[in-house]
T-cell receptor
Framework: DAKTTQPTSMDCAEGRAANLPCNHS???????VYWYRQIHSQGPQYIIH???NNETNEMASLIITEDRKSSTLILPHATLRDTAVYYC???????????????FGKGTHLIIQP | DVKVTQSSRYLVKRTGEKVFLECVQD?????MFWYRQDPGLGLRLIYF???????EKGDIPEGYSVSREKKERFSLILESASTNQTSMYLC??????????FGQGTRLTVV
């Protein structure tokens, strides 16, 4: 799985959009970009994933650049409960024959300020 | 909603004890995982299982074993607990690689 680079920490004002960047310059053509977050003292939570098109769900939007070397997770109206560590993960699709685990880097600690 | 339930939220055990951490999922997922999380080291995969009675070593299996007798249950066993196994343990399940569901974690302290 390709390596990712994220800023160590970011601040965002409550009610504003939080934009979390991720660089994955060595991503392969069949690798997806996944985002998880981990709120303090809880297990990680899946947010969204995508291949090349932009994706949106009830939690967030994922914007992937045309060359796929970077992406941005957008939380449109951040609340205090969005304070968490956000992990960007790149991995190939399921190909059968069993599964293996996710590789979590250090992620970005997003702090939402009141 | 998918639920992954870990049997204990906090656990304190003595050095040398045999410790069982239990994890149950209710979504009929084939794949289940055990991770540990330590400050500065992130999440590290201990073992995973892609079917009943099947198991594979992850990145740090030493000192651990696992058991998967039923599809919904995946147990992590510390054969002889040591202080360096003090950690947060996280169980996860998934149907495929798209999305993994995690439990709340068990914070284990070995004294």
């Amino acid at each position: 799985d390709a390596k990712t680079t994220q800023p160590t920490s970011m601040d965002c004002a409550e009610g504003r959009a939080a934009n979390l960047p991720c660089n994955h310059s060595t991503i392969s053509g069949n690798e997806y970009v996944y985002w998880y977050r981990q709120i303090h003292s809880q297990g990680p939570q899946y947010i969204i994933h995508g291949l090349k098109n932009n994706e949106t769900n009830e939690m967030a939007s994922l914007i992937i650049t045309e060359d796929r070397k970077s992406s941005t997770l957008i939380l449109p109206h951040a609340t205090l409960r969005d304070t968490a560590v956000y992990y960007c993960i790149v991995r190939a699709p399921y190909s059968g024959g069993g599964a293996d685990g996710l590789t979590f880097g250090k992620g970005t600690h997003l702090i939402i300020q009141p | 909603d998918v639920k992954v339930t870990q049997s204990s939220r906090y656990l304190v055990k003595r050095t040398g004890e045999k410790v069982f951490l239990e994890c149950v999922q209710d979504m009929d997922h084939e794949n289940m995982f055990w991770y540990r999380q330590d400050p500065g080291l992130g999440l590290r995969l201990i073992y995973f299982s892609y079917d009943v009675k099947m198991k594979e070593k992850g990145d740090i299996p030493e000192g651990y074993s696992v058991s998967r007798e039923k599809k919904e249950r995946f147990s992590l066993i510390l054969e002889s607990a040591s202080t360096n196994q003090t950690s947060m343990y996280l169980c996860a399940s998934s149907l495929n690689r798209a999305e993994a569901f995690f439990g709340q974690g068990t914070r284990l302290t070995v004294v």
